[in-house]
């Protein structure tokens, strides 16, 4: 059975994947959107806007800069949530 945070984890990485027009193979936990994935500024707000509308969060611009790869989105998310690890 697949726990609440796994399933989290893999919702998150689909809208990533659909933003950054990636398949879920080629991006990794630790990868970096950026540098390993050619992401920029706009595609960042555009998976920040995804991921609030998705899990009903309000995440702080701030928070940006700590989402360079899959586990930091997570952690941001989680965060904002309020999810338990």
Known sequence: MVNIAEKNFEKIKEIVCDILELEEDEVTDEGLFKEEYGADSLRAIEILGSLEREFGVVIDQADLER????????DVVAGSAGWTK
């Open 67 to 74: 989402m360079t790869n899959l586990r930091g989105v997570y």
